[in-house]
Each structure stands twice: as structure tokens, then as C-alpha cells.
């Protein structure tokens, strides 16, 4: 898997999935999560992707940042 790869599996994960009432979602989103990480634990340059996909997804990063920072990463 390359960065751009990753950054399309990042945006199709369910960042809100532990907020949600259907056990089957929170369930998926767990699984998705895990793989995530897995992704990020065997190639360190995936890191500084993840976290700010992590950042913007929770609200600790606005948009016109995220954005910036994703196409720096992704150059």
C-alpha cells in the first residue's frame, strides 16, 4: 500500500464510529481501526498522515490545515 492508498482507506473510515447506538457499526469501525494502526505500525511514514486525518476528524485541526498539511504529505 502506498501513501495515496492510505489516504483514500483513511477517508472512507468512520471516524465516529465509537459514538455509534448500532453495536454491527461500532463493530466495523473497530475492525477498520485496527487496520489502520496495522498500516501505521509497518510503515512509520504513514504516521504523520494518520494523525492529521485524527486531528481534523476530532476537531483539533480546521479545514483549510488539513487540507494544506494532507497535500504536503501527499506530494
Not at 502506498?2 to 447506538?21: G, I, P, R, S
Not at 492529521?52 to 485541526?61: E, L, P, R, Y
Request: negative net charge; proline residues 3%; contains cysteine.
Amino acid at each position: 500500500m502506498n501513501l495515496q492508498e492510505f489516504d483514500v482507506l483513511l477517508a472512507a473510515h468512520d471516524w465516529t464510529y465509537a459514538y455509534a447506538d448500532d453495536y454491527r457499526y461500532f463493530t466495523r469501525g473497530e475492525g477498520e481501526r485496527r487496520i489502520i494502526l496495522d498500516h501505521v505500525k509497518n510503515n512509520p511514514e504513514f504516521g504523520p498522515l494518520f494523525d492529521i486525518w485524527a486531528k481534523f476528524c476530532s476537531g483539533q485541526v480546521d479545514k483549510a490545515t488539513f487540507f494544506a498539511r494532507r497535500s504536503e504529505l501527499l506530494s
